[in-house]
């Protein structure tokens, strides 16, 4: 028996990808008895009957730890968020709740700023000392250029990664980019590959370093209503240490008194822009949960 990961299906088939090898195979009946659908992203133990052809079964689908919709992908470990330095500009409430909704998802963040060649007025730095106060990896890229795409590679490495952002900001052409370092996997690839434009399902690719990538950019909706308001202070890791000294356990870091996470933003700890997107977000949770609430 083998481990592996499912890396596309199509038409019944699974390819498998296990030791850097990618694996025709079937599923077992007994998942079709079971109702259980394999999903791309998910880990699972084949057995090898052909390794020349590399034909295999799955024998076993490991515990999900979780399953995106869109794209249907399952044991995502990282979002990318991939914003525009110019054309468009970030807009950053939409920012803020790209991370909200991937940290709300069990993600890892990695914040990227691509079209690197359009920021001569330096604006990165800007946005760069906001998202490392918080706590995450800040990439500025080109994908014209290559500039940064090491760097975003290398952050990568030994997990499953979506891309995630608004559309124009380039994430077809960072994947593009990126996909240059995908590993050759050989003649079974390009076999699979011609069926490309029959129905459109994600898949994932591997690429040196190790990094699996899934090809279509989304993770989520951007509806923020499953949150509950209270939970909203943990998904901005920077005012974390301040929160646990707030005088009431379950502050809103609004008007109550004792509040250390309003007494860092009077003392610039924590930036006027984080908490204002903080604030626009716990608003909107609030507003959708009164229209979306069935009395
Ligand atoms: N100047 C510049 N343009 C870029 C860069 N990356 C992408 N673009 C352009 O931005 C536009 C949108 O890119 P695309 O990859 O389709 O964005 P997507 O909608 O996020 O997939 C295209 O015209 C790209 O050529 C970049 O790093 N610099
Ligand atoms: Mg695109
Ligand atoms: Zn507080």
């Given at each position: 028996?083998?481990?592996?990961?499912?890396?596309?299906?199509?038409?019944?088939?699974?390819?498998?990808?296990?030791?850097?090898?990618?694996?025709?195979?079937?599923?077992?009946?007994?998942?079709?008895?079971?109702?259980?659908?394999?999903?791309?992203?998910?880990?699972?133990?084949?057995?090898?009957?052909?390794?020349?052809?590399?034909?295999?079964?799955?024998?076993?689908?490991?515990?999900?730890?979780?399953?995106?919709?869109?794209?249907?992908?399952?044991?995502?470990?990282?979002?990318?968020?991939?914003?525009?330095?110019?054309?468009?500009?970030?807009?950053?409430?939409?920012?803020?709740?790209?991370?909200?909704?991937?940290?709300?998802?069990?993600?890892?963040?990695?914040?990227?700023?691509?079209?690197?060649?359009?920021?001569?007025?330096?604006?990165?730095?800007?946005?760069?000392?906001?998202?490392?106060?918080?706590?995450?990896?800040?990439?500025?890229?080109?994908?014209?250029?290559r500039?940064?795409v090491d760097?975003l590679v290398a952050?990568m490495s030994?997990?499953?990664?979506?891309?995630?952002?608004?559309?124009?900001?380039?994430?077809?052409?960072?994947l593009n980019a990126i996909e240059d370092y995908a590993v050759e996997?050989?003649?079974?690839?390009?076999?699979?590959?011609?069926?490309?434009?029959?129905?459109?399902?994600?898949?994932?690719f591997e690429i040196t370093g190790g990094g699996?990538i899934?090809?279509?950019?989304?993770?989520?909706?951007?509806?923020?209503?499953?949150?509950?308001?209270?939970?909203?202070?943990?998904?901005?890791?920077?005012?974390?240490?301040?929160?646990?000294?707030?005088?009431?356990?379950?502050?809103?870091?609004?008007?109550?008194?004792?509040?250390?996470?309003?007494?860092?933003?009077?003392?610039?700890?924590?930036?006027?822009?984080?908490?204002?997107?903080?604030?626009?977000?716990?608003?909107?949770?609030?507003?959708?949960?009164?229209?979306?609430?069935?009395?």
């Amino acid at each position: 028996m083998a481990e592996g990961i499912i890396f596309k299906g199509i038409g019944g088939f699974y390819y498998v990808m296990s030791d850097h090898v990618l694996y025709e195979c079937k599923a077992r009946g007994k998942f079709k008895n079971d109702k259980v659908v394999p999903m791309v992203g998910d880990h699972v133990s084949i057995s090898i009957y052909d390794e020349s052809q590399k034909l295999g079964v799955i024998e076993a689908i490991h515990p999900r730890k979780n399953e995106l919709i869109r794209p249907t992908v399952a044991n995502v470990d990282q979002a990318i968020i991939v914003f525009s330095i110019k054309n468009p500009l970030p807009n950053v409430t939409l920012l803020d709740k790209m991370i909200v909704l991937a940290e709300h998802a069990g993600l890892k963040v990695i914040l990227c700023f691509n079209k690197a060649d359009l920021d001569v007025s330096f604006d990165f730095e800007k946005y760069q000392k906001i998202y490392q106060n918080a706590g995450y990896d800040v990439v500025k890229t080109c994908a014209l250029t290559r500039e940064g795409v090491d760097d975003l590679v290398a952050l990568m490495s030994n997990k499953i990664n979506v891309f995630s952002g608004p559309s124009g900001v380039g994430k077809s052409s960072l994947l593009n980019a990126i996909e240059d370092y995908a590993v050759e996997i050989g003649e079974l690839s390009e076999k699979i590959k011609r069926g490309k434009h029959t129905t459109r399902h994600s898949e994932l690719f591997e690429i040196t370093g190790g990094g699996m990538i899934v090809d279509t950019p989304g993770f989520t909706s951007l509806s923020v209503s499953e949150i509950e308001p209270e939970q909203l202070g943990d998904y901005f890791p920077e005012f974390r240490a301040f929160a646990q000294n707030c005088r009431f356990d379950n502050c809103q870091h609004q008007n109550e008194p004792g509040c250390h996470v309003k007494e860092a933003l009077s003392n610039r700890k924590i930036p006027i822009e984080r908490y204002d997107a903080y604030l626009y977000i716990q608003k909107e949770i609030i507003e959708q949960r009164r229209r979306t609430k069935k009395w």
